[in-house]
């Protein structure tokens, strides 16, 4: 999924610059340890190594995915946690077999190979040929622009915006749906990243196998075909694809730290990956250092006033599908009520301050606890952003009206280029600044489960709407099917 959270930073403000006797005094002293500890004892970087080594890929419903399971539940195991279950679900799996893609000119079959990889929940089979029709960014108003050409025809779309700015980017998942919607038989996604590099991820708003083929060819590739299109168009496009979908059990890996109180503190991060690569960026970065956080409260014997607990999701790649049914249960049960907030690890990589996810109350006690945290490493920038998104395993959570919080940080654009694509691999990951990750984390979750009382709440129904139409999420949620108010 696109990770909206940890990546990038837009503005902010640079509060490390306040003095430090306005930090909240309280905290300095737990941080240090905190500290400490990761600095001197983390296994965050050595445990991603290994688990990349021995496991390889985390694909949900495959045979590495049970192995990533299993491999979380025996560290926490390891680490001194008595409370650790597994939280069984059904997914419908899906599963890459072959795929080709080929093109020629309309008035020829001399038919040219173009490298591809499958988008997941595209159809078990297809073996499509229609002509290609270039819909730019692959946003509502580009496909407008062709509504009338663009029926019974293969849309060719960006992943990445291109050639316009102060316009939001869809998912490529959205995207694939309004093709779907006006009438589009198939989808060529072009990645963005420079050069040959391939990416996947789900096409499907919903999990749910989609009804047309969605493939991914690589920026240079892109480049050569509009170039074709441009001095030989019209082009042809033939799609040959194999894919398997199946029923199965997939299980989240939950341990708690109980508190004084039944409230709750919900830390996770997605274990899943996909499968073309180890995943160690995405989302081994995070999952790993939400187990060396789990570890580093239990070293250090923390009491907290809130019960915390450590979530491992599964299912994330193919459509927050783990944290669906976490949330879900919750509902079930009442306890969603007890949730105070929920902090999610999604490509979480040497942060420099926090996303407050639109709640603007929560300023004055992240920059109080950031202050600490700055008095602590002084490396720590302690800027503040405030703006909510969506695609990764805090929705669940958000649409339910729970407060959420997000490290924001940075990852070198060779690492990025290489989301969701064959090159994720362990040689990405940076030790130092994944141990950040942890330490930095570990010392905000300290905070949000030990403060007297946190200035945000859980949202009604009603102001979960409003809040959501304030955030600009509207629309994206309608093209989503997550919308479930009036329109």
Not at 222 to 246: C, Q, Y
Not at 273 to 302: E, H, P, Q
Not at 325 to 346: A, Q, T
Request: charged fraction near 25%; charge should be neutral; hydrophobic fraction near 40%.
């Amino acid at each position: 999924m696109r990770k909206f959270i940890q990546i990038c930073l837009v503005g902010g403000s640079l509060l490390s610059l306040l003095s430090a006797t306005s930090a909240d005094k309280k905290w300095e002293k737990p941080f240090s340890r905190i500290d400490s500890e990761v600095r001197k004892n983390s296994k965050a970087y050595t445990t991603l190594e290994n688990a990349t080594k021995t496991i390889g890929h985390r694909l949900t419903g495959s045979a590495n995915g049970e192995k990533a399971e299993e491999y979380a539940f025996k560290l926490l195991k390891s680490y001194g946690f008595t409370d650790v279950k597994y939280q069984p679900f059904e997914v419908e799996a899906w599963m890459r077999d072959t795929v080709t893609l080929s093109i020629a000119p309309g008035s020829s079959d001399n038919f040219r190979d173009v490298p591809v990889v499958s988008l997941a929940h595209s159809p078990e089979e297809s073996n499509l040929q229609g002509e290609i029709v270039d819909v730019g960014n692959g946003l509502e108003e580009d496909f407008e622009q062709v509504k009338d050409k663009i029926k019974g025809k293969v849309a060719l779309a960006n992943i990445n915006l291109v050639g316009v700015t102060g316009k939001k980017n869809l998912h490529r998942s959205e995207k694939t749906a309004l093709a779907i919607k006006y009438g589009a038989t198939g989808v060529i996604m072009v990645n963005g990243a420079p050069g040959q590099i391939l990416l996947t991820g789900t096409a499907s708003v919903t999990g749910a196998i989609i009804s047309i083929p969605a493939v991914c060819i690589s920026n240079e590739s892109g480049f050569e075909v509009r170039k074709w299109l441009k001095e030989e168009g019209p082009l042809l496009a033939h799609i040959d694809m194999h894919n398997t979908s199946k029923a199965i059990r997939a299980r989240n890996v939950i341990a708690t730290l109980k508190g004084k109180s039944d409230e709750k503190v919900i830390i996770g991060g997605h274990l899943d990956s996909w499968d073309l690569a180890t995943g160690a960026i995405d989302n081994g970065i995070g999952s790993f250092a939400v187990l060396d956080i789990a570890r580093t409260f239990k070293a250090l014997k923390v009491k907290p006033e809130k019960t915390i607990q450590f979530v491992l999701f599964m299912g994330e790649e193919q459509g927050l599908l783990g944290s669906k049914h976490f949330v879900g249960e919750l509902k079930k049960s009442g306890g969603i009520e007890k949730v105070s907030y929920m902090m999610n690890l999604d490509m979480t990589n040497d942060p420099r301050g926090i996303n407050a996810f639109g709640r603007n109350e929560m300023n004055d006690f992240f920059a109080n606890v950031g202050n600490a945290i700055h008095q602590v490493d002084g490396n720590y920038k302690n800027e503040i952003i405030n703006r909510a998104g969506l695609h990764s395993d805090h929705q669940p959570f958000m649409l339910e009206g729970v407060p959420i919080a997000g490290l924001s940080g940075h990852l070198n654009p060779e690492v990025l280029q290489c989301y969701h694509a064959d090159c994720d691999d362990f040689s990405l990951v940076n030790k130092e600044q994944l141990e950040t990750t942890v330490r930095i984390a570990a010392m905000y979750l300290y905070a949000l489960s030990n403060t007297d009382k946190i200035s945000v709440k859980k949202l009604s129904d009603q102001k979960t709407r409003d809040f959501l139409i304030s955030q600009g999420l509207k629309e994206e949620l309608i093209i989503g099917q997550e919308w479930r108010w009036e329109q």
